[in-house]
């Protein structure tokens, strides 16, 4: 399986990692990164987590990996 890996924790917004996950590749990302996509997913490490999902503020799917 592939995976996105994005540990940056200064990044405002992805790209990298949305369109990953617009393509149905799951990202391990920082919380940082998480927090800014509005993802979630699962715990990988203490710092990191496997996001498969990215949610407007407001609820909207952004992106789903499948």
Request: no cysteine; hydrophobic share 45%.
């Amino acid at each position: 399986m592939k995976y996105a890996v994005n540990p940056s924790s200064r990044e405002a917004f992805s790209i990298f990692v949305a369109e990953a996950l617009a393509m149905g590749v799951p990202a391990i990302v920082s919380r940082e990164i998480a927090e800014n996509l509005n993802a979630s997913g699962s715990l990988f490490t203490d710092d990191l987590l496997v996001e498969n999902r990215a949610t407007t503020p407001h609820g909207g799917v952004l992106w789903r990996s499948t």
